[in-house]
């Protein structure tokens, strides 16, 4: 088992950047793929970026390419989502995810992973 806890949400104007963390624990001497995926009042979850087990592997969804970044640092456990650009369409929480490794694949879809945080809130708004 490996935990989740996100951190970094928050206000911000549009155009405005956020990073957000994801830290893990429990397990995670093994390797895993992650992702975040984010959600919306009244809309459907979107999975929005990927990265896999070595970090030189990434996706990212077309409403969010060019804009956000997602990374990971192996020795702290942690990964990363710089969103730069920000629009108020991109309000909604912000849910970090796990899944273990296969091979250098980084799942694209929200079914493909195992684990989940609690989510953090990121509101853009003037």
């Known amino acids: 088992q490996v935990q989740l806890v996100e951190s970094g949400g928050g206000l911000v104007q549009p155009g405005g950047s956020l990073r957000l963390s994801c830290e893990a624990s429990?397990?995670?001497?093994?390797?895993?793929?992650m992702g975040w995926s984010r959600q919306a009042p009244g809309k459907e979850r979107e999975f929005v970026a990927a990265?896999?087990?070595?970090?030189?592997?990434?996706y990212y969804a077309n409403s969010v390419k060019g804009r956000f970044t997602i990374s990971r640092d192996g020795a702290k456990n942690t990964m990363y989502l710089q969103m730069n650009s920000l629009k108020p369409e991109d309000t909604a929480v912000y849910y970090c995810?796990?899944?273990?490794?296969?091979?250098?694949?980084?799942?694209?879809?929200?079914?493909?992973?195992?684990?989940w945080g609690q989510g953090t809130q990121v509101t853009v708004s003037s």
């Open positions: 995810a796990g899944v273990r490794a296969r091979g250098d694949y980084a799942p694209r879809t929200s079914p493909e992973y195992d684990y």
């Open positions: 429990g397990r995670t001497g093994e390797p895993y793929a």
């Open positions: 990265i896999n087990r070595f970090g030189d592997g990434t």
